[in-house]
């Protein structure tokens, strides 16, 4: 089985944080819902055995009703067991929960950041905490039982008080995922460029780890599964469609600047909306592609899976890549499994320990080969 995920990359305005491919054109919307169309249709071969949809951006939500009832009719959707949209708050309206009602989607990913309405101006989001709550209740009184929140900590002047604020706010709401970053400062956004002109201050790194350390406590202590580094969800609840690219599982990436995996390569859409459209309405799908190597598969794996509660499944790395790299594997680990940052489980299993939770990067860079 394999994974859909299809790019949507409108946004009414562009946040200052954001380092994804999106643009504010939302007058060429139809003539990009009808290349991703198309692009559906010259790549059904590879789409037999779809089990997740996932629509990301951009902003799927500033599509309309129609334009999604018109993508949804491109897909079959009936080996699907979770069906995600990306929403902004602000868009979820009495109108879009009635389109939604006639459409497949089982799951939506709220794009919140903070319910701190300061914050949320400083990000330049088009919501407030108000509309958060109300996007809620909509969703549920819709019949979406399986809701998602993005929240971000490591503001400029953020304490950890405020922080429990957001994080309390997300267990009183009850909702069922919670995917939680520390704020980046990705060059060629506008939150970098604030940075690099001295107009704020990143929060220090031991500020920071507490904020992380606070968030996996209250989350654990109200009953989430810690199950990725930056990943919680009630039981039953992990998202299916981002384990799969944890766990190397091959997906499919349709529409501008979308990705596409098969195990042994990758490919990325050209990202550039005219000429996308243009290449798509001649029946050509413009991408590039890398062919992955023996070491390039096991870098993968390492950066992958050590992300996950589970970890790395010694036993595979032994059936895919061999004896020699199963030796490099324990040989790298050794070290840090004396350091108590990393543990092997009773099932055989390299996973990270808690303490190893937040010196992962260099772990993960350590352990592949170079």
């Known amino acids: 089985m394999s994974g859909l995920y299809i790019h949507v990359p409108f946004c009414t305005s562009r ?10 054109r939302l007058d060429m919307r139809n003539s990009y819902v009808d290349a991703i169309c198309h692009e559906l249709e010259l790549r059904q071969d590879e789409m037999t055995s779809i089990n997740t949809i996932y629509i990301g951006g951009g902003t799927p939500s500033v599509l309309t009703g129609s334009m999604l009832t018109k993508i949804f009719s491109y897909i079959d959707c009936k080996n699907a067991v979770e069906i995600t949209m990306e929403c902004n708050p602000d868009d979820i309206t009495d109108g879009f929960v009635d389109n939604l009602r ?3 989607i089982n ?3 709220l794009g919140i950041q903070t319910f701190n309405d300061k914050r949320l101006s400083f990000l330049r989001r088009r919501h407030n905490s108000i509309e958060i709550q109300a996007a809620i209740d909509r969703l549920r009184n819709t019949g979406i039982t399986n809701i998602s929140i993005d929240l971000m900590f490591g503001f400029p002047g953020q304490d950890i008080t405020d922080w429990e604020r957001d994080i309390c706010k997300a267990i009183e709401l009850n909702i069922e995922h919670i ?3 520390n704020l980046m400062f990705e060059e060629g956004t506008i939150l970098y460029n604030m940075l690099k002109n001295a107009e704020l201050k990143e929060i ?3 500020t920071s780890r507490s904020m992380y350390e606070l968030l996996i406590e209250r989350l654990t202590s109200a009953g989430y599964e810690h199950y990725e580094i930056s990943n919680f969800s009630k039981p039953g609840h992990r998202s299916i469609h981002n384990s799969s690219y944890w ?3 091959p997906y499919v990436g349709i529409g501008a600047a979308s990705h596409s995996y098969n195990g042994t390569s990758r490919q990325w859409n050209i990202d550039d909306l005219n000429t996308y459209i243009s290449a798509i309405k001649a029946d050509e799908v413009p991408y590039e592609m890398e062919s992955l190597d023996i070491n390039t598969q096991y870098n993968d794996m390492v950066m992958l899976r050590l992300r996950t509660r589970e970890g790395i499944p010694l036993d595979l790395v032994e059936e895919k890549f061999g004896k020699e790299k199963l030796k490099y594997c324990l040989d790298i680990a050794k070290n840090y499994i004396r350091q108590r940052l990393i543990e092997i489980t009773s099932d055989n299993h390299l996973k990270l320990t808690h303490n190893g939770l937040f010196i992962s990067d260099m772990i993960m860079s350590d352990m592949m080969i170079v």
Do not use: K, M, N, W
């Not at 946040?15 to 504010?24: K, L, M, N, Q």
């Open 15 to 24: 946040c200052i944080y954001c380092g994804f491919y999106s643009t504010t």
């Open 102 to 104: 006639q459409l497949p």
């Open 107 to 109: 799951r939506v990913s």
């Open 179 to 181: 995917s939680a970053y």
């Open 204 to 206: 220090d790194e031991e």
């Open 247 to 249: 766990l190397g599982t």
